[in-house]
């Protein structure tokens, strides 16, 4: 019983711990950049995000749009940009040179190069978007190419286009990767042929997060972390062995491209990460995973190299995402990406830096993964004083529209006992404070709480 009763309180502690969390960018040997969304209402302005990256030693980074005010952000920021042409306006950047012609005159030539925009993402997962735009893709994409040799700037700007691994027909294993029939010749095959031609590159959005919650009874937690322990993936194709389920993701489009006789097309992951918070039936999705993934992700990548399949190319990879974001629709997952709070507040602590990378690892190796930090936190416990009605009407308020994330507290759960307003005030009022940043003013509830700077017991 006594045993129980230990283990049930360290799990709680675990818990509470995880409500937490912290994180920071990168370059050299494989590159790291981050993307910058802003679906949100809560965002520092760009100069300040700016002034972030710059911290961080963020090197490269990728946003959605062209608008004007973070491209003036980046001017002489030393900051490389992607952006984009969104999906909404493919079917008129296909239908006419005249239009990119001044959507380039417009979004790109009254700020490069001061600002370096490297890249132009023309859509976003296009093969998806509901509004069946994939027809368009590869002319707006020469359209866009013929603009950009129009303005000469088409030697230092590359353009092309994220896809999802939805694409893919199979996957598994990794050496039988094939896109789907219906795509090949309509547009994959006309869109590497643009991408060889052009000197350009493929965007890939990969996420084993949700390869892992689909497939939890069969995907090791290890495998989807880039864990050390993991004992790795055999194809049986072929006999390389994967120690990630990233590589094997990547190199399942490597190999997609072969069967189409695109050998030497290079691959740029644009966006991957993992979520530090997300919905009940979002297996994994917590700050301790998303710290392990992304941590580990970036060592794996500044310690250079390539996949199994492509052994001597290095990685280049833009994590998902710089911000929560708390206008994203749908699952919880989505509006927990973020390395950084809308307060410029850290996540969880992970290295962006090869130089970083190395410090962390000698300090805070754990088992082959990053931890999460608990160097200069602060946590919200209940004011046992204010008295059980008050904080019953804090907690409610905490749990419901407030938004934390009471799950652990319910009958039955880690963190139920003790039973009492007081044990169960302190975990809501904590994941209240830390969801929110840590901000000035979020661990008050009318006096029913303070901030303490010892991990509560």
């Known amino acids: 019983m006594e045993f129980h009763k230990h283990l049930s309180n360290t799990l709680c502690a675990f818990f509470f711990l995880l409500i937490t969390s912290h994180i920071p960018v990168f370059s050299d040997s494989g590159t790291i950049g981050v993307n910058y969304g802003r679906l949100a209402n809560d965002l520092p302005p ?45 079917s008129s950047a296909a239908a006419d040179q005249s239009f990119t012609d001044a959507w380039i005159q417009s979004n790109i030539l009254p700020y490069h190069p001061n600002t370096q925009i490297e890249a132009i993402a023309v859509g ?21 190419h013929a603009s950009l040799l129009k303005y000469d700037v088409a030697s230092s700007i590359i353009v092309s286009s994220p896809i999802a691994l939805s694409a893919l027909q199979t996957s598994y294993p990794a050496s039988s ?76 489009v490597f190999a997609a491209m072969a069967e189409l006789g695109f050998n030497d097309v290079k691959i740029v992951v644009s966006e991957t990460g993992w979520p530090s918070n997300g919905d009940e039936n979002e297996i994994g999705a917590n700050a301790e995973n998303a710290a392990a993934y992304n941590g580990n992700l970036v060592r794996r990548v500044l310690s250079g190299g390539g996949t199994p399949l492509r052994p001597n190319e290095p990685l280049s990879v833009y994590l998902f995402a710089l911000f929560n974001e708390n206008e994203k629709p749908g699952p919880t997952s989505e509006r927990n990406y973020g390395l950084f709070y809308p307060n410029q507040q850290k996540v ?18 754990r088992g082959g993964e990053y931890a999460v930090s608990k160097v200069g936190m602060t946590w ?55 969801r929110n940043g840590r901000g000035s003013g979020t661990c008050d509830f009318g006096g029913a709480a303070y901030v303490v700077t010892q991990h509560p017991k």
């Not at 952000?73 to 984009?84: D, E, H, K």
């Not at 976003?124 to 866009?144: C, G, H, Q, S, Y």
């Not at 992970?350 to 690892?361: D, F, H, N, Y």
Request: net charge negative; aromatic share 10%; hydrophobic share 40%.
């Open 46 to 90: 760009p100069p300040q995000v700016v002034q972030l990256l710059k911290a961080q030693g963020i090197t490269k980074v990728k946003i959605f749009d062209t608008d004007s005010t973070v491209l003036s952000a980046f001017s002489a920021s030393g900051i490389s940009l992607t952006v984009a042409l969104p999906n909404e306006q493919l």
């Open 124 to 144: 976003n997962e296009v093969f998806v978007d509901p509004k069946n735009t994939t027809r368009f893709l590869v002319p707006a994409m020469r359209n866009i």
């Open 177 to 252: 990767g094939s896109f789907k029939p219906d795509l090949v010749e309509p547009v994959i095959k006309p869109m590497l042929n643009f991408i060889n031609q052009t000197g350009s590159y493929l965007m890939v959005n990969a996420y084993p997060f949700f390869a892992y919650i689909a497939n939890s009874d069969t995907i090791s937690l290890d495998y989807a972390l880039f864990r050390d322990n993991n004992s790795g993936d055999v194809d049986p194709n072929n006999g390389l062995v994967y120690k990630s389920l990233f590589e094997a993701q990547t190199d399942a």
């Open 348 to 365: 969880y602590d992970i290295p962006l830096t090869a130089e970083g990378s190395e410090i962390q690892a000698a300090a805070a190796h």
């Open 380 to 434: 919200c416990v209940a004011n046992g004083e204010a008295g059980e009605m008050k904080l019953q009407m804090a907690l409610d308020y905490a749990c419901g529209m407030g938004g934390a994330d009471c799950r652990q507290i319910m009958p039955g759960a880690t963190c139920y006992d003790p039973n009492t307003v007081v044990a169960h005030s302190s975990y809501a009022f904590n994941s209240y404070y830390q």
